[in-house]
């Protein structure tokens, strides 16, 4: 058997282990991660625009930028975000201050079958998340071009990305939308 390396498989596992994870933590703690993905993504991009703002170009800056490997200021600020972004989202599942707790009104297909699709909308808003910061793009100011960006060349040769980049717009409102519906249909 040959197994070729590539972009969509790491995607493919990366997407699998977070579904896996979530069905170990149960479906409220599938949701409390999702809520805690949104805080964390918009922390993250208002932390890593506010450190490229205020400490590109400095000492400590140009450090970092050599301890990551990275070439310029745009890619360094590209990796605090994700960085950030990971940091907050674990410490979130992990420690995060806020408990989510659905009703358990349901018959066990159900619950079995909503635990699925928000496993796998949790994996598609997380990996999202980390391809529009690694593409360059900020969601609170927008702007990024992704034909300068190195993900260009993931871009081009992964489906996989491409589909996750051309409909991350859905993949951040779908968890939210469902989870709202979700709560609209319980009796509690």
């Not at 805080?39 to 703002?53: K, R, Y």
Request: charged share 10%; glycine share 8%.
């Amino acid at each position: 058997m040959n197994i070729q390396l590539s972009w969509d498989l790491f995607i493919m596992v990366f997407f699998v282990v977070i579904v896996a994870y979530s069905f170990i933590i149960g479906r409220d703690n599938t949701l409390k991660v999702i809520l805690g993905t949104y805080v964390a993504a918009i922390a993250a991009d208002a932390s890593g625009n506010l450190v490229g703002e205020y400490l590109g170009g400095s000492a400590l800056f140009m450090k970092l930028l050599q301890l990551a490997s990275v070439g310029s200021e745009q890619e360094a600020v590209i990796f605090v975000k994700v960085m950030i972004f990971v940091s907050l989202v674990i410490l979130y599942a992990v420690r995060g201050a806020f408990r989510v707790s659905t009703v358990d009104d349901r018959s066990a297909p159900i619950r079995i079958m909503l635990l699925i699709l928000y496993s796998v909308m949790s994996a598609g808003l997380i990996i999202s998340c980390i391809l529009v910061f690694v593409s360059g793009v900020s969601l609170i100011g927008g702007g990024g071009d992704l034909t300068g960006t190195a993900l260009w060349s993931m871009y081009s040769k992964s489906r996989i990305i491409r589909f996750l980049l051309t409909n991350s717009y859905i993949l951040f409102s779908l968890p939210a939308l469902s989870f709202l519906i979700h709560s609209l249909y319980t009796r509690e």
